[in-house]
């Protein structure tokens, strides 16, 4: 039996009209110079230059005197450092000094791919049959930054996907450090960093078990100022740089959901967000929490982070520890399974693994769970988002490498009670790249980061080429009884089994 995979005509492809406004700093010798001229021209010229600036990027961006005020501010130790008294400074100085600190940055312009989808929490005002969907992408821009961004969608009783057009602004979040810190597993997670252990282990020795952004600061500043060895003093920074891994992000009301970009915030991200894979995750109470889980990069570091949210406008970020959060391709269940959270990873870059925890940011003895069997996945096999629970198993999108280093997608089926256990994988690959979809910024790829289940069907958002995004539709009854087929199980065997289990 083959499958029958449909295509969706619709396509999402980056716009590089999409931009922000982002702070721009050269470093304080030459933004000392910057400053200085500014302070040089009269006020009428100040208003001058900046009046007719607002007009135009007040087009472009919601609150550009917001944006300019903030990146004024944070130049306040260097103006203090040129004897000038910023509270002195009038309002249209201020917003003319922080334009010579901003320059947009178009946030997909290179690339919109990588998707994951999930029920929107809002399902009001819907026809029988209709589905609204929230999909999330990895955006990325100059420099192959990578953010994380959003569209709101509806499939409808035929599954035709209709995905609204994003808005006309897009915000940054404010970023709130309000964390309480465990001293225990900050520092376990900062040796896997590579930080100076020296340094480590004095800054450890001045901290309490349980302690605040600001003591941790506080701490550091004091101990650089000892220090006369400028790598020594990096060193601390990137104490600092860890701490600021841990952070709670807040978007504006009036934000569409197209409007939000969670764009990198720490030094540990700072080259990209990679590959979120968002889930809805049920507790046994029925209530429901968003996750993803997602890769930070920093050039040269990989660190795993989990992401929370309950109405995708306050998001909780946090590194995830342990030893089976060492690599990429972390997907976490939607549910607890025999009272404990389950996550795939894939720690080697080659195999998947599967992890059991009591706590969903401790992540230790991964289980081998499938490598590499068929010659489509010979150099990779990994995970394309979280399972999906059906009647008969852990369905589980899987992404194999093959020859000339294609990506294709492939799926697998994990028993329900022990999802330790593979009962059913295909032989060949669910979807390959056609003519149409070998083309783009890396070739040869499909790829996705998460699938949805709606009347009947299987949806799959996946990645074309690592440049736009696609959509394919398997029908599910059928992949399931080929997933068992090519495992060598039956629907009345698994039907049995879970009979057996309920008595």
């Not at 930080?195 to 800054?203: F, Y």
């Not at 093959?402 to 994990?414: E, F, T």
Request: glycine share 6%; with cysteine; charged share 25%.
């Amino acid at each position: 039996m083959r499958l029958s995979v449909e295509r969706k005509p619709i396509k999402i492809y980056p716009d590089p009209k999409r931009v922000i406004a982002r702070f721009f700093f050269n470093g304080n010798e030459r933004a000392k110079e910057v400053i200085q001229r500014v302070m040089t021209i009269s006020e009428d010229e100040a208003f001058g230059i900046i009046s007719p600036f607002l007009q135009e990027y007040s087009k472009r961006h919601r609150n550009i005197t917001r944006v300019l005020n903030r990146h004024c501010s944070k130049l306040k130790p260097l103006i203090a450092e040129l004897k000038i008294d910023y509270d002195t400074l009038t309002v249209y100085r201020k917003l003319l000094i922080g334009s010579y600190f901003t320059h947009e940055y178009s946030i997909e312009s290179a690339a919109f791919f990588n998707p994951s989808i999930i029920e929107d929490p809002d399902q009001s005002e819907l026809k029988d049959g209709e589905m609204r969907v929230i999909i999330s992408f990895r955006a990325v821009g100059e420099g192959h930054i990578s953010s994380i961004t959003f569209r709101r969608a509806l499939i409808d009783k035929n599954n035709d996907i209709t995905v609204m057009p994003a808005g006309s602004y897009i915000d940054e979040a404010e970023i709130v450090r309000n964390a309480v810190y465990n001293k225990k597993l900050f520092f376990d997670k900062a040796v896997s960093t590579q930080i100076n252990i020296d340094v480590l282990k004095e800054v450890e020795g001045k901290l309490d078990h349980h302690f605040e952004y600001s003591n941790l600061c506080s701490i550091i500043l004091d101990s650089q100022k000892l220090q006369e060895d400028d790598m020594k003093k990096l060193e601390y920074d990137k104490v600092l740089w860890l701490a600021d891994s841990y952070y709670e992000i807040v978007f504006s009301l009036d934000t569409d959901i197209s409007d939000r970009v969670i764009f990198p915030i720490s030094e540990y991200e700072r080259k990209g967000i990679e590959d979120a894979r968002f889930v809805e995750f049920k507790h046994d109470d029925g209530s429901s929490v968003y996750y993803a889980t997602y890769t930070a990069y920093d050039g040269a570091l990989i660190m795993p982070k989990l992401l929370q949210t309950n109405d995708f406008y306050n998001f909780k970020i946090m590194p995830l520890y342990g030893d089976g959060a060492q690599n990429k391709n972390l997907a976490l269940f939607p549910r607890k399974v025999n009272g404990k959270y389950v996550m795939i990873s894939r720690i080697d870059g080659c195999n998947n693994y599967i992890m059991y925890s009591d706590k969903i940011n401790i992540w230790e003895k991964p289980v081998l769970l499938q490598q590499p069997k068929f010659t489509w996945e010979f150099i990779q096999i990994g995970n394309c988002g979280s399972p999906i629970e059906t009647e008969f198993g852990w369905l589980m999108v899987t992404h194999g490498v093959g020859p000339m280093r294609r990506y294709v997608l492939g799926a697998s089926l994990l028993k329900l009670d022990d999802p330790a256990i593979e009962i059913g994988r295909l032989k060949e690959p669910l979807l390959i790249p056609n003519s149409d979809e070998r083309e783009g910024y890396v070739p040869n790829v499909l790829y996705s980061c998460g699938s949805i289940v709606h009347n009947g069907k299987l949806i799959i958002p996946y990645g074309i080429s690592d440049s736009s995004t696609g959509f394919a539709e398997i029908d599910l009854n059928e992949l399931l009884n080929k997933l068992l087929q090519d495992g060598s199980t039956t629907t009345h065997e698994v039907a049995t089994e879970k009979k057996e289990l309920v008595n």
